[in-house]
């Protein structure tokens, strides 16, 4: 009986460690991608989508399968996906639920999408891949076409009960938390009725079904919509009950708050980095000074950095090129994203330099692109993940280690991360496109004198000089990411 016990539990442990855990994840790399704006069924590359009219454009998760070679190639390991449930069904003032946040009915998928053999298939296909599958989920609201007065709760399921949901009351003041997790977003137009999260039906009905979800399509993470706004005590739950890696959506600058929530959920997205980021490298006016802060007050209050989710544009952000055509912070600025701690996120679209501003407008369609190869930030991203993932293959703490400033003045910063001889070391500057040629000397770069390194962006190799130091050539506002030579070789990386 005693044998038999242990059988049966260590095949409970064997199926349950399928699941992606967070150690797993930290060295993974996001494409990001509202999965009716990245590829049609029909793999058109010329369909319309104005993204002002907020209507479907067409794109599936079969259109995803087909399209993934694109994503592989630009060194990507995992993918983010829009919401897959049933969202409301008819056109309201504020478009269709293209984007997925609308859900009423968390049994059915949205069909624009696909069936459910596809989204079984795409993830059966990513995993072939050796990729990671990750889908949005909503917890917090359902979606309703109407004033609040006007919900009828017996279109919702499963919570087709008034019962189930706080009473209305505007979300308007973001500084009290009890109105942020107890009130309701939108307005008379679209509203968003607001979950009762602390009822304890509600808790075990959102368990079941996360569980099942995750389960029925083979789900390796989660990213969690508005995660501020729902009770942390839900979350531990949730989390537990989906069995796998969950990051969630706290949209907030403040490290203490933000990293607050990684007690409850694994992960969090690094939303506290990306204005000071945006500080930096927008303008080639900006400072570097408030991400190095916010860089150590994220690594000394977070529980842990190596899988915050680090990102520099997303569907809620203005696209970086909608804040400055300089194609140089373009480049550092994703360079920086791949590079730093936490595991990188990339928004489909910001590889082809979309510029959309805001909501809707930042939604375009990846396909009008023709999904080029060669355009300078895909070609920038394919560098910068390969060498990221060459150094986990050799050293998968490259993930824990923290990126830190070995040299910064206002207006460029030079950074280390990794352990000695498979550190990456970049050179990130806001000095833009049209400065010219400087050279910068970089001490403690962890590196003996003699060895060289290469610059996985131009392929030009440099050699540590007697002191220990770098000697390098900055020219056009453009970033500099070096790695040891011979721990390149083998890779591929610059033909080594
Ligand atoms: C918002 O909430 C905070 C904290 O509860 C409170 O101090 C503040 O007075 C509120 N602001 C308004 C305008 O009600
Ligand atoms: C915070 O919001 C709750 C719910 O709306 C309200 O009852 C409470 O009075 C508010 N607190 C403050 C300090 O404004
Ligand atoms: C999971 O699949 C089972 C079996 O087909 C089905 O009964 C259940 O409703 C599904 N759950 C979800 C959340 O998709
Ligand atoms: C650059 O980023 C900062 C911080 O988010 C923002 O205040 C500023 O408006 C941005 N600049 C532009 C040109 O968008």
Same mark, same amino acid.
């Given at each position: *009986?005693?044998?038999?016990?242990?059988?049966?539990?260590?095949?409970?442990?064997?199926?349950?460690?399928?699941?992606?855990?967070?150690?797993?994840?930290?060295?993974?790399?996001?494409?990001?991608?509202?999965?009716?704006?990245?590829?049609?069924?029909?793999?058109?590359?010329?369909?319309?989508?104005?993204?002002?009219?907020?209507?479907?454009?067409?794109?599936?998760?079969?259109?995803?399968?087909?399209?993934?070679?694109?994503?592989?190639?630009?060194?990507?390991?995992?993918?983010?996906?829009?919401?897959?449930?049933?969202?409301?069904?008819?056109?309201?003032?504020?478009?269709?639920?293209?984007?997925?946040?609308? +859900?009423?009915?968390?049994?059915?998928?949205?069909?624009?999408?696909?069936?459910?053999?596809?989204?079984?298939?795409?993830?059966?296909?990513?995993?072939?891949?050796?990729?990671?599958?990750?889908?949005?989920?909503?917890?917090?609201?359902?979606?309703?076409?109407?004033?609040?007065?006007?919900?009828?709760?017996?279109?919702?399921?499963?919570?087709?009960?008034?019962?189930?949901?706080?009473?209305?009351?505007?979300?308007?003041?973001?500084?009290?938390?009890?109105?942020?997790?107890?009130?309701?977003?939108?307005?008379?137009?679209?509203?968003?009725?607001?979950?009762?999260?602390?009822?304890?039906?509600?808790?075990?009905?959102?368990?079941?079904?996360?569980?099942?979800?995750?389960?029925?399509?083979?789900?390796?993470?989660?990213?969690?919509?508005?995660?501020?706004?729902?009770?942390?005590?839900?979350?531990?739950?949730? +989390?537990?009950?989906?069995?796998?890696?969950?990051?969630?959506?706290?949209?907030?600058?403040?490290?203490?708050?933000?990293?607050?929530?990684?007690?409850?959920?694994?992960?969090?997205?690094?939303?506290? +980095?990306?204005?000071?980021? *945006?500080?930096?490298?927008?303008?080639?006016?900006?400072?570097?000074?408030?991400?190095?802060?916010?860089?150590?007050?994220?690594?000394?209050?977070?529980?842990?950095?190596?899988?915050?989710?680090?990102?520099?544009?997303?569907?809620?952000? #203005?696209?970086?090129?909608?804040?400055?055509?300089?194609?140089?912070?373009?480049?550092?600025?994703?360079?920086?994203?791949?590079?730093?701690?936490?595991?990188?996120?990339?928004?489909?679209?910001?590889?082809?330099?979309?510029?959309?501003?805001?909501?809707?407008?930042?939604?375009?369609?990846?396909?009008?692109?023709?999904?080029?190869?060669?355009?300078?930030?895909?070609?920038?991203?394919?560098?910068?993940?390969?060498?990221?993932?060459?150094?986990?293959?050799?050293?998968?703490?490259?993930?824990?280690?923290?990126?830190?400033?070995?040299?910064?003045?206002?207006?460029?910063?030079?950074?280390?991360?990794?352990?000695?001889?498979?550190?990456?070391?970049?050179?990130?500057?806001?000095?833009?496109?049209?400065?010219?040629?400087? *050279?910068?000397?970089?001490?403690?770069?962890?590196?003996? #004198?003699?060895?060289?390194?290469?610059?996985?962006?131009?392929?030009?190799?440099?050699?540590?000089?007697?002191?220990?130091?770098?000697?390098?050539? *900055?020219?056009?506002?453009?970033?500099?990411?070096?790695?040891?030579?011979?721990?390149?070789?083998?890779?591929?990386?610059?033909?080594?």
């Amino acid at each position: *009986m005693k044998f038999l016990t242990q059988a049966i539990v260590a095949c409970v442990v064997a199926a349950t460690a399928r699941a992606a855990t967070p150690e797993q994840w930290r060295g993974r790399s996001i494409y990001q991608l509202l999965t009716d704006r990245y590829a049609r069924t029909d793999g058109r590359t010329t369909a319309a989508c104005d993204t002002q009219n907020r209507d479907f454009c067409g794109g599936t998760w079969r259109g995803i399968i087909n399209r993934l070679d694109y994503i592989q190639r630009m060194g990507f390991t995992a993918i983010w996906i829009s919401p897959v449930t049933y969202n409301i069904p008819d056109r309201t003032l504020y478009g269709y639920g293209y984007h997925g946040f609308w +859900q009423q009915d968390l049994y059915k998928l949205n069909d624009h999408f696909g069936t459910a053999e596809d989204l079984k298939e795409l993830s059966k296909i990513l995993h072939e891949r050796g990729m990671y599958l990750m889908v949005d989920v909503v917890a917090n609201h359902n979606g309703w076409n109407g004033d609040w007065r006007t919900v009828d709760y017996s279109r919702f399921y499963p919570f087709n009960d008034q019962k189930y949901f706080h009473r209305y009351c505007p979300l308007l003041n973001y500084s009290n938390q009890t109105e942020v997790e107890d009130c309701w977003l939108g307005d008379s137009k679209v509203v968003l009725p607001d979950l009762n999260t602390q009822d304890s039906s509600v808790v075990e009905q959102y368990g079941k079904w996360i569980k099942e979800l995750v389960s029925n399509y083979s789900i390796d993470g989660l990213r969690v919509d508005t995660a501020k706004l729902v009770d942390k005590a839900f979350w531990s739950s949730f +989390q537990q009950a989906a069995g796998v890696f969950c990051s969630g959506e706290v949209f907030a600058g403040d490290a203490f708050y933000t990293c607050d929530y990684q007690n409850s959920l694994d992960s969090v997205l690094n939303y506290p +980095q990306y204005w000071p980021l *945006m500080l930096f490298l927008n303008s080639t006016t900006g400072t570097s000074g408030p991400l190095l802060d916010s860089l150590s007050s994220m690594q000394s209050t977070c529980k842990d950095v190596s899988v915050l989710g680090t990102f520099s544009e997303n569907h809620d952000l #203005p696209r970086f090129a909608s804040q400055t055509d300089d194609m140089a912070l373009a480049k550092n600025v994703l360079a920086y994203t791949v590079l730093s701690d936490g595991i990188p996120i990339v928004y489909a679209g910001q590889e082809q330099h979309y510029s959309g501003y805001a909501d809707p407008d930042n939604r375009e369609a990846t396909w009008l692109s023709g999904y080029s190869q060669e355009s300078e930030l895909f070609k920038l991203l394919t560098a910068v993940n390969s060498v990221r993932n060459r150094a986990l293959y050799l050293d998968e703490s490259y993930a824990t280690y923290h990126i830190h400033a070995l040299w910064n003045d206002p207006n460029t910063a030079v950074f280390r991360k990794g352990y000695d001889g498979y550190q990456i070391i970049s050179v990130i500057t806001n000095k833009g496109a049209s400065s010219g040629s400087w *050279m910068l000397t970089v001490e403690n770069v962890g590196l003996a #004198p003699g060895k060289n390194v290469v610059d996985v962006l131009t392929c030009k190799q440099i050699t540590v000089g007697d002191g220990g130091y770098l000697v390098i050539v *900055m020219d056009g506002g453009l970033p500099r990411v070096y790695f040891p030579v011979d721990a390149a070789k083998g890779s591929g990386i610059c033909g080594l």
